[in-house]
């Protein structure tokens, strides 16, 4: 089951420390029992801005952390680059936004919904966004709008199909403009797209 | 001269009543977006717009968090499937103003206006309504005109015909997983109601430049229906600067 955990959104600032902070009390968040002894750790961990200490406090624990909870328990938070666990912050925390504005209106399989989203989160994150949308949509899909430098935006759709058939699953349309101008359209292979998209934005 | 004599029962009962409506304050339409017989019958958009930027608007009747997204965009919920292609619009820079948005045109009102024809508002006060709280969207008709759209069609025999003689003369069309492989355009169409001129048309013109209907077709609503909405929610705005006036010129005679 995918677990969310309550973070402002106010910190989730790009900073070494801010983003050290989240995985921490995430971590936190798991181990409760535990929580004095990390968060004074972590305190004295802030205090002298030791970053790597910060990230041994990570690594120490047994439990593997993940961004999203355990909805992939192969992937190693701590061994996320920096930017990766910006990007994941930052769509967790669109992800969030609209889960909850959703759920004030409908009743939400948000099982579901949190299943795709974690596996498009975890694809994504290996790109360097600037900012995200999320979207549910009713028809049982979600959009993703991401912005990147120089006016750039992609927009991905996953339908979320039933019995996991392997082809659909890893289908999604994406649209892709700069300066608001369609560049390219199309149903694709999701991580393939998602390889190839990485290579193009980070050159 | 007879036409207007033949008129003018109609245009003093207008005259009289909506200055009865106006002088006790109960006259709400806005009466400059009504067509006026001086105006021409179709602003030739493609022109217009190779002149200036032109921003249309569209109206919501969800709320501000439910029409855009927090990257500013139109959330793709805020529209509904079947309203594209058609998606109904409204010209701004001429008579239409974004608070003439409120009024959501009804029954004989929505018809179009055709032949110059006369249009009295006290023939039309059960046609429109006023909205409480709607939400506008501003899109920049300079993005989504004339835009390429790819799309799909399943190669079934008498569609292979047709395909087959279009592109006669000119470059086949790829064919993937037995679906041709075709090219649409999007189209911004001035289409001028009873009670709105600035009214306008979104549309995805088809490979031999028709405009293509929703009728449920497959190959229309999934694919190029998205990136329809797509290219609608990249080029949309939850506010206005000052529009650009439309030159008279594109719109009177």
Redesign the interface.
Known sequence: MPMLINIPSTQFTTGSMDRIEVLVKRNLHDHTTMHNEYLAEYENCKEKSKVSRGMEILKESDHQVTTLGDWDEQDNEFKLSDNEINSRVVLTS?YK?ELK?VKKKQNLNSDKFNRYFSYMCKKLSSLPIQ?????L???DSI?I?L?FLDEK?L?L?KYMVDGDRENNFNDI?Y?F?IN???IS???TNFETFTKNFKEYITN | MLQTLKLLPRILRNTLRINFLKFSGRLIFPLEILPKRNYKPVINISLLLENQSVFILRRSNSSF??TF???G?L???ALI?KEIPNLSLNLLGGKFKPKDACFRIINNGQKKWINNEPIFLCEYLKDFKKLDETCNIYL?AN?IHR????YTVPTNPHFKKEVDKFFEYVSKPIIEDDKFLLQGETNIQHDPTKLNYWHVEFNLIDFKGVALKYNNSTSIKD?CV??LK??I???SYNYLADPKPIPKKFYIK
């Open positions: 669109s936004n504005r900012n995200s949308a999320v979207e949509i009713s028809d959009k709008t912005s935006v927009m759709r349309t649209s403009f608001r101008k369609l359209a199309d149903v | 968090s439910d997204n927090e990257l965009y959330r793709e919920s499937p920049n993005g835009q390429q759209v790819p694919f998205k990136v797509d290219i929610c990249a080029n």
